[in-house]
């Protein structure tokens, strides 16, 4: 069983930049699908970005296209979601989900693993 672990979260200025990780892996594995999600008190939880196990593929949601980018490092059992040009619409709690297929995947109910989340809060 894996709990995600998710770091980096904080305060941003508009137009600044933010890096998240998400640490996905237990003590016999560490090839997990992993995406991030981001929810407000008011909104639905939203997809953000998805990477596969071996970061072949990788998907992001249409509002963080050519903004973010998601990556991983499988020897540091890392994923990271480096985002640039930020928006105050990007303030929310960011959550890292892990899949045991190894997939890359949009719909947060194909995810089994969440981590806490951690608060990304961008001021104008």
């Known amino acids: 069983q894996v709990q995600p672990v998710e770091s980096g979260g904080g305060l941003v200025q508009a137009g600044g930049s933010m890096r998240l990780s998400c640490v996905a892996s237990d003590r016999t594995r560490n090839n997990y699908g992993v995406g991030w999600f981001r929810q407000t008190p008011t909104q639905a939880r939203e997809f953000v970005a998805a990477?596969?196990?071996?970061?072949?593929?990788?998907y992001y949601g249409d509002s963080v296209k050519g903004r973010f980018t998601i990556s991983r490092d499988n020897a540091k059992n890392t994923v990271s979601l480096q985002m640039n040009s930020l928006k105050p619409e990007d303030t929310a709690v960011y959550y890292c989900?892990?899949?045991?297929?190894?997939?890359?995947?949009?719909?947060?109910?194909?995810?089994?693993?969440w981590g806490q989340g951690t608060q990304v809060t961008v001021s104008s």
């Open positions: 990477i596969s196990w071996s970061g072949a593929i990788t």
């Open positions: 989900a892990a899949d045991r297929g190894g997939y890359a995947n949009r719909r947060a109910d194909l995810y089994y693993y």
